[in-house]
């Protein structure tokens, strides 16, 4: 039981927007920054936000995030088939002294 | 940029198992790195971090006192040595790269896997 909470499971259509949540508590999400991670089954994860809401080079702007107060959410516009995959939300968490994952959520595209 | 771990495979309950990840295309010795973890149908799970130099480490508590991170700068290498295995242990482990203006895993390997069985 991962100490940061995601729905299990998200789906939309092509051309859609979606979101996923990620709720914490003050010792992560409420004082530390909120990465999003995608995640295909048997590849290397990959970095989609850092810094709560700050895409690396080369993630679409499709992909955006935000933050506030212990929780955090993805929003994916213009859904597309490629974006069916795991996503995961991370966080510091200073009073464990150790990375959280959310537990993923799955996304399917319809 | 690569990251490729190795040394994962079939190792019996309370057993020992030492898997690498081999780097290039940076400056390894600048880095702080980390291994996360993926049991079968379950989430990634973060399992430990190293510093730059060596010289700090951290560990899930699942794992303290079992696992040990370390690194070889002159090698490019992460390593973790695992230490009475169990079987919920079983998990591709995946070796990650700390960015420190991210503070996030910018670069990931493909994972070994490992299996706890008799």
């Known amino acids: 039981q991962s100490l940061l909470t995601q729905p299990p499971s998200a789906s939309g259509t092509p051309g859609q927007r979606v979101t996923i949540s990620c709720s914490g508590s003050?010792?992560?999400?409420?004082?530390?920054?909120v990465k999003w991670y995608q995640h295909l089954p048997g590849t290397a994860p990959k970095l989609l936000i850092y810094r709560n809401s700050e895409r690396p080079s080369g993630v679409p702007d499709r992909f955006s995030a935000s933050k506030s107060g212990t929780s955090a959410s993805l929003a994916i516009s213009g859904l597309q088939s490629e974006d069916e995959a795991d996503y995961y939300c991370a966080a510091w968490d200073g009073s464990l002294n150790a990375w959280l994952f959310g537990g993923g959520t799955k996304l399917t595209v319809l | 940029v690569h990251l490729v771990e190795s040394g994962g495979g079939l190792v019996q309950p309370g057993g020992s198992l030492l898997v690498s990840c081999s780097t290039s295309g940076f400056t390894f010795r600048s880095y702080w790195m980390h291994w996360v973890r993926q049991a079968p149908g379950k989430g990634l799970v973060w399992v430990s971090r190293?510093?730059?130099?060596?010289?700090?480490?951290t560990y899930a508590d699942s794992v303290k006192g079992r696992f040990t991170v370390s690194r070889d700068n002159d090698q490019n290498t992460l390593f973790l040595q695992m230490n009475s295995l169990r079987a919920e242990d079983t998990a591709i482990y995946y070796c990650?790269?700390?960015?420190?203006?991210?503070?996030?895993?910018?670069?990931w390997g493909q994972g070994t896997v490992v299996t706890v069985s008799s």
């Open positions: 003050s010792s992560n999400i409420g004082s530390k920054a």
């Open positions: 990650a790269r700390e960015d420190p203006y991210a503070d996030a895993f910018d670069l």
């Open positions: 190293i510093s730059s130099d060596g010289s700090d480490t």
